[in-house]
């Protein structure tokens, strides 16, 4: 078969054209801006490996979201950073604790203007700064599902509308989704990290968030960045406990996995563009070797085009504020 007439370049003719054909269009409702909320915290304060993203005191908070929602970004996801730290991580389920107070602010003064979506991990909450709890020098998974599970509860009591287990511990979906029902938030969403791959990439967030574990490393749950196999069976086993969206972390790197997931899966997926590709992006822009703008548009237009349905970025407002002036 042979097409003599095609010429290809006819549909790239005019910027109209052009605009008329495109195939996947990136748009502010596509993404999550994670915020950080520091308690005790008077002023705010700049991630120093992260410029533009910046730790908040609580009374900065409701301001921030304002401005998130004004440019038309459907959700924030929020990390909470405690003054107290203990090795049961009782201040990531405190009814006072940080990110719940946060949340309440936001639900008080912005009602559903904003989705809200909580982490729920222990890392930033113990001394062994771990995603689970310590025993001996192991993590424990099952104590840590039951202190998940309360972590999820105060989240909701306070006004989340979707909670995200980041801890990667097995059977943290089924245990929350459990726990949820029987307090009475059936109608609160999980969206589980369900493929968090242990990655170089989280350095920047763990001097944001304080999170990096005092002993050992993250091997012994997170995915290892060489086995796809293992990644879909996370996602099947996710989907198999109820899970309402998943996520490939991180998503740049890792995109055949986020097309494998659309592919084998129907069920919405979420991807989280982590700190350290938005400080590769940040650091290169900042050397005037990249056009930061330009690669922001590309590098979550691609993440889109493999396959997610939607995006937590560091680069949510500034992609936002690209996309509206458009
Ligand atoms: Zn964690």
Redesign the pocket.
């Known amino acids: 078969m042979s097409f003599p007439n095609l010429r290809l370049r006819r549909l790239r003719k005019t910027g109209k054209i052009r605009e008329l054909l495109e195939e996947v269009r990136l748009s502010p409702k596509d993404l999550i801006c994670p915020i950080f909320v520091q308690e005790n915290l008077n002023s705010r304060v700049q991630g120093e490996s992260m410029p533009g993203m910046d730790r908040l005191p609580l009374r900065d908070v409701v301001d921030e979201v304002n401005s998130i929602a004004e440019l038309k970004i459907p959700a924030i996801m929020v990390f909470g950073m405690p003054s107290r730290k203990d090795d049961k991580g009782t201040s990531a389920f405190a009814q006072d604790g940080i990110v719940q107070r946060a949340i309440s602010e936001i639900r008080k003064n912005l009602g559903n203007e904003i989705a809200v979506i909580t982490?729920v991990?222990?890392?930033?909450y113990t001394t062994a700064g771990?995603?689970g709890l310590v025993k001996g020098d192991k993590i424990d998974n099952d104590s840590s599902l039951e202190t998940l599970t309360k972590v999820a509860v105060s989240q909701a009591q306070s006004g989340a509308d979707v909670v995200s287990p980041?801890?990667?511990m097995d059977g943290q979906v089924k245990a929350i989704r459990q726990r949820l029902d029987d307090a009475g938030f059936s109608d609160v969403v999980i969206m589980s990290h369900s493929a968090k791959h242990r990655s170089s990439l989280y350095s920047p967030f763990k001097d944001m968030a304080h999170?990096a574990p005092k002993f050992g490393d993250?091997k012994t749950y997170q995915l290892p960045y060489t086995n796809p196999k293992e990644a879909m069976r996370e996602v099947e086993t996710d989907i198999a406990e109820g899970v309402d969206i998943v996520m490939i972390k991180p998503a740049l790197p890792y995109l055949d996995l986020i097309a494998m997931t659309r592919e084998k899966f129907n069920v919405p997926i979420s991807a989280y563009s982590v700190s350290g590709e938005y400080a590769l992006v940040k650091a290169a822009a900042m050397k005037g070797w990249i056009d930061e703008k330009e690669v922001t548009l590309e590098i979550l237009t691609a993440i889109k085009r493999a396959g997610a349905d939607m995006i937590v970025t560091y680069f949510s407002k500034s992609a936002a504020k690209t996309l509206n002036e458009k």
């Open positions: 982490d991990c222990l890392c930033q771990h995603c980041s801890a990667m999170s993250r």
